[in-house]
Each structure stands twice: as C-alpha cells, then as structure tokens.
C-alpha cells in the first residue's frame, strides 16, 4: 500500500468520525433542545396555574371584601346627616343584597379561601331567619373540610351555639364539659368553653351554674374577651 493511498484511508476515516461526531452532536442537540423546551414549557404551565390561581383568589378576596363591606354597613336614617358608608334604607334591603353578593362569591370561585369564608356568613344568614338546619349543614362542612384554618374556632363556637338554641342543651353541655376534662387539644379555648357553657346553663334555667361558669373566667382567664361581660354578669362582689 502506498503512502498517497495510506494518506486517503486516513482522510477518509477522519472525514467519517468528523461526519459521525456531528451527527451525534446534531443529535445532542436536538435532544437537549428538545428537553429545554420541555422545561420550558413546563415551566409556563406552572407559572400559568400559578398566576392564574393568585389572581384568581385576589378577586375572590375583593368581592368577599365588598360583601362584608354590604352586610356592616349602616343603615341610611332618615333626617341624619349624610353617612357615605351607608347603602341601605332597610335591614331586609341590606341581607337581602349582602345574601346575594356572597353567594356570588361561592358561585364564581369555589375552591377559594374567600369562599369557605363566604359560607361562614351565610351560615349566620341562615341562623338569623330561623334556618337552622342549613345554617348547620354550612358550618359543619366548613369544620369539617377545613380543620386547620384560622376561623374553624369561630364556625365551631357558631355551631355549639346554634345547637344549644336548637333544643340540644343537655348533650352540649355534656361535650363541653368533656373538653374541658381534656389536657390539650381542645376543640376551643377554655375560656369560650366555659362561655358556652354559661350559655347552655342559662337556656336550661340553672342560673348558679352559668354564674360558676362565669366567675371561672373571671378568675382563671382575666384577659379573656368575655372576662369583662362575666364581671358585668355576675357581679363584682361575686367573685
């Protein structure tokens, strides 16, 4: 074999290996730009729900907000100066809006933290015109289905005390007892607890026992909100 033609075996294999590193390299290449728009992609997506979620809560937020805003807002009185907070000429006129825009709240975003807190308001809604049983049925959804959330103390206190109205006295009174036997864990504070339980006592006409209720507070739990009601209740010299 000679030299010229030793010298065109060797250009031939390097032109081959040059021919299939760039293939394997167009190859790479395409894998990698495969994958870098995969990711991509896969990025917008979450950035998409992501948004898409955030600003869909933020206006589930500001409708809640404006619902609030309706249910307290002052009635217009006749002859008063001119209150710029005040919408409505008649209570009905007020629940009857207010009713409306929260349950639009619940309508157009479910699944929201504004809407959860939607159904704690209709829930009072309900109990205040004699609704019992869906005003039940909301705020023990609510405790179920969010037991870790910032209000659930509320809708459970709300629930004890649509149960004590509702003819449950004895059974309530028995639960909140039990809790309070417990050293933690708690379904409510102490202090409400023994609120409650004052409550209970009143409805079932045991006056002593909703003022020992009440001197509990007042002793064991002086900062409580309700310490200042229970002093009025029963009586400085009581304690």
């Not at 409505?88 to 207010?98: F, G, I, V």
């Not at 909100?225 to 304690?239: D, F, N, S």
């Given at each position: 074999m000679d030299r010229q033609h030793r010298r065109d075996l060797k250009h031939d294999r390097f032109v081959d290996e040059l021919g299939s590193l760039t293939t394997r390299a167009r190859e790479n290449q395409r894998v990698l730009f495969t994958a870098t728009l995969g990711l991509v992609a896969v990025a917008l997506i979450v950035y998409g729900i992501y948004f898409y979620r955030t600003n869909h809560e933020r206006q589930a937020q500001d409708a809640l907000s404006a619902a609030i805003e309706s249910i307290d807002s002052p009635l217009i009185q006749a002859g008063a100066p001119a209150n710029p907070l005040a919408k409505?000429?008649?209570?009905?006129?007020?629940?009857?809006?207010?009713e409306a825009m929260f349950r639009d709240v619940q309508k157009k975003y479910p699944g929201t933290n504004a809407a959860d807190v939607a159904d704690l308001y209709l829930a009072r809604l309900d109990a205040s015109r004699g609704d019992v049983t869906n005003a039940r049925?909301?705020?023990?959804?609510?405790?179920?289905?969010?037991?870790?959330?910032?209000?659930?103390g509320a809708a459970r206190y709300s629930l004890y005390q649509l149960r004590i109205e509702n003819g449950e006295t004895q059974q309530v009174i028995a639960e909140l007892n039990t809790e309070l036997g417990k050293a933690q864990e708690q379904v409510l504070p102490p202090d409400a607890i023994l609120e409650l339980l004052s409550k209970a006592y009143d409805t079932q006409g045991n006056s002593e026992q909703s003022k020992e209720a009440l001197r509990k507070i007042i002793r064991q739990y002086p900062d409580s909100?309700?310490?200042?009601?229970?002093?009025?209740?029963?009586?400085?010299?009581?304690?």
């Open positions: 409505y000429k008649t209570e009905d006129e007020r629940t009857s809006r207010s049925k909301l705020l023990q959804s609510f405790i179920d289905e969010h037991p870790n959330h910032m209000l659930v909100p309700y310490a200042l009601e229970a002093q009025r209740r029963v009586g400085a010299a009581t304690t």
